[in-house]
């Protein structure tokens, strides 16, 4: 389902300002990542990086459940910052479920 949304500028100080969920010493959200981070080789940097931070967490005891929705909005997030870097972030927004 595609839906009309208000402009990009209107929405990103929202999406920058949520965190991921509250967990400590977790990397940046992926709404931080600069443009010139939108490439593969840094995309696969970050993405590994959150997949260690994962395991470290849950090494150190943080429940999976924590774990599973933090990835889950951590995925969100870079899916959002790409729409929105390649141009379909203005007036609309893909839903899938």
């Not at 909005?73 to 141009?87: A, E, K, S, V």
């Amino acid at each position: 389902m595609i839906e009309n949304l208000p402009s990009e500028k209107s929405l990103q100080p929202q999406l920058s300002a949520e965190l991921i969920c509250e967990l400590p010493l977790q990397p940046a959200s992926p709404v931080t990542y600069p443009d010139d981070d939108l490439n593969r080789q840094s995309l696969k940097q970050h993405m590994e990086q959150f997949q260690l931070w994962l395991a470290d967490a849950f090494n150190a005891g943080q429940r999976a459940e924590e774990l599973v929705d933090a990835r889950s909005l951590f995925i969100d997030r870079l899916l959002q910052r790409l729409w929105t870097f390649y141009g379909h972030g203005g007036r609309w927004r893909l839903w899938a479920w």
